[in-house]
T-cell receptor
Framework: NAGVMQNPRHLVRRRGQEARLRCSPV?????VYWYRQLPEEGLKFMVY????????ESGMPKERFSAEFPKEGPSILRIQQVVRGDSAAYFC???????????FGPGTRLTVL | QQQVKQSPQSLIVQKGGISIINCAYE??????FPWYQQFPGKGPALLIA?????SEKKEGRFTISFNKSAKQFSLHIMDSQPGDSATYFC??????????????FGTGTKLQVIP
């Protein structure tokens, strides 16, 4: 019974490079959420996706950030042309339906040099 | 903007003592109030949750108290142990104008239980 899996766990990028963060939800879960957590801060909602659809991206910066959850494969959070301010922990959560309980992955810690 | 305000930011409790973390919300449409526990380097894990039809829910040493009229809820950790040292997040969930469930998190409380 695998929980939410995220990879890589740690990612180092230089300014201007692209970062791709992957999230495999709990088997059977079709709802995925991405959050960002800065050091010593809370979780900030970024985007909510169902299979092949973006439901709510109100928390995602308008530029450089994109997310997808294809029919097959993991959900991807993509950050283009990373800047130092993108350094944070990015968490993915999944749920089986629109129920409230979300199961979190271990996170990807992105460091931008 | 929907907000959930959490306090204190940090808390130090003696082993065996009671840890109390408070949260307040604004949106009366919220109908689900979970608490998450996060250890350093790990993702948040659901600890306990409550719906507004009850005023209290207890699971082991963890109790949620809910005051609907005041729009406040709190987490009590009885007989606090060093292993409880973690960051605790309250959250509130409910349907937004788009009709889907959305969860808003508080800013977190870093709890340290000292022997």
């Amino acid at each position: 019974n695998a929980g939410v899996m995220q990879n890589p766990r740690h990612l180092v990028r230089r300014r201007g490079q692209e970062a791709r963060l992957r999230c495999s939800p709990v088997k059977g879960h079709s709802h995925v959420y991405w959050y960002r957590q800065l050091p010593e801060e809370g979780l900030k909602f970024m985007v909510y996706l169902q299979k092949e659809n973006i439901i709510d991206e109100s928390g995602m910066p308008k530029e450089r950030f994109s997310a997808e959850f294809p029919k097959e494969g993991p959900s991807i959070l993509r950050i283009q042309q990373v800047v130092r301010g993108d350094s944070a922990a990015y968490f993915c959560a999944s749920s089986p339906n629109q129920a409230n309980e979300q199961f979190f992955g271990p996170g990807t810690r992105l460091t931008v040099l | 903007q929907q907000q959930v305000k959490q306090s204190p930011q940090s808390l130090i409790v003696q082993k065996g003592g009671i840890s109390i973390i408070n949260c307040a919300y604004e949106n009366t449409a919220f109908d689900y109030f979970p608490w998450y526990q996060q250890f350093p380097g790990k993702g948040p894990a659901l600890l306990i949750a409550i719906r507004p039809d009850v005023s209290e829910k207890k699971e082991g040493r963890f109790t949620i108290s809910f005051n609907k009229s005041a729009k406040q809820f709190s987490l009590h950790i009885m007989d606090s142990q060093p292993g409880d040292s973690a960051t605790y997040f309250c959250a509130a969930g409910g349907s937004d104008s788009g009709g889907y469930q959305k969860v808003t998190f508080g800013t977190g409380t870093k709890l340290q239980v000292i022997p």
